[in-house]
């Protein structure tokens, strides 16, 4: 599916079984409550906090969460990502083709 795809069924399932999105202040702090439970699995999984007990780590459902409720923003306020990507690719290629290369601190 690409993500424009993505947006559209997105878009299809609020519109039916969600009955109306949230609006858009709602969904950026849900987008960024989603952030936070992703954040705190990869400080369990990756950094030095421990799993509470009975505490449950599904990594790839919390990154759909944040990728879902952006794509509902992006909906509400009518970007593209599939295109918004693009363009940033271009951006990063265009501003960043050697900056990362000429770091002396990635060396």
Not at 85 to 93: D, P, Y
């Amino acid at each position: 599916m690409t993500i424009l795809e993505a947006q559209q069924q997105v878009d299809a399932w609020i519109k039916t079984v969600g009955v109306r999105y949230f609006n858009e202040l709602t969904n950026t702090a849900i987008l960024m409550e989603e952030v936070g439970e992703l954040a705190r699995i990869m400080a369990r999984t990756y950094g030095e906090q421990s799993f509470k007990q009975g505490e449950k780590a599904d990594l790839a459902d919390e990154m759909a969460d944040v990728l879902w409720v952006l794509m509902c923003l992006a909906n509400q306020t009518g970007v593209n990502l599939e295109q918004a990507l693009q363009a940033n690719f271009e951006k990063k290629n265009r501003r960043d083709a050697n900056r990362h290369l000429d770091n002396e601190k990635l060396r």
